[in-house]
């Protein structure tokens, strides 16, 4: 009988707990105007970006890229400045309003899978599938980096 309590209420508490863990607040595997995260384990076209500053000028090498609607992509990141930088893909829309956030709390983490800080020297990667065609954004949003000219396109035909 006792055995029969105790899996009765950790079952209850697995039950009762279950939706707290599916969304803790994020919609991470929400499909958005941009496409969803991908699968790390399916096949992924590989696409290099490099984040970097220099003269005053901040940068994404490339700041053009264009995708097949479908397609998935791995974004492999390297930051090779001496400050640290993101990459927040999303609508250009999206961005600027995310931007205003960050100038009110610069130190703001992100836990998204659109969107990834590096430190100086680092390496990171954003697995993404494009499901729509259009014109979108990603920018580094660190107050004062996209002004300073670190913001990019991506265009899904």
């Known amino acids: 009988m006792k055995i029969y309590l105790i899996a009765a209420a ?3 508490a697995v ?3 279950a939706p707290a863990f599916a969304d803790a607040g994020h919609a991470h595997g929400e499909e958005r105007a941009y496409g969803e995260p991908g ?6 076209r590989v696409i290099q970006v490099v984040m ?5 000028k901040m940068q994404f090498i490339p700041n053009k890229i264009e995708i097949k ?3 998935q992509v791995r974004f492999v990141l390297r930051n090779n400045g001496d400050l640290d930088h993101e990459i927040v893909l999303a609508t250009l829309q999206d961005n600027l309003k995310h931007a205003e956030e960050m100038r009110k709390n610069p ?5 998204d899978p659109n969107a990834k800080r590096l430190m100086p020297k680092k390496t990171g990667e954003i697995v993404w599938k494009f499901t729509k065609a259009g014109t979108f954004d ?4 660190i107050p004062g980096h996209r002004e300073a000219g670190m913001f990019g396109t991506i265009i899904v035909k």
Not at 52 to 56: C, M, P, R, T, V
Not at 107 to 111: A, I, L, N, P, T
Not at 138 to 141: E, I, M, N, T, V
């Open 69 to 71: 609607t479908g397609e």
């Open 10 to 12: 950790l079952l209850s």
């Open 107 to 111: 130190d703001m983490e992100h836990d």
């Open 15 to 17: 039950v009762s707990t």
């Open 39 to 44: 699968n790390p384990k399916q096949p992924s």
């Open 138 to 141: 990603f920018s580094c949003l």
């Open 52 to 56: 970097s500053e220099a003269d005053g």
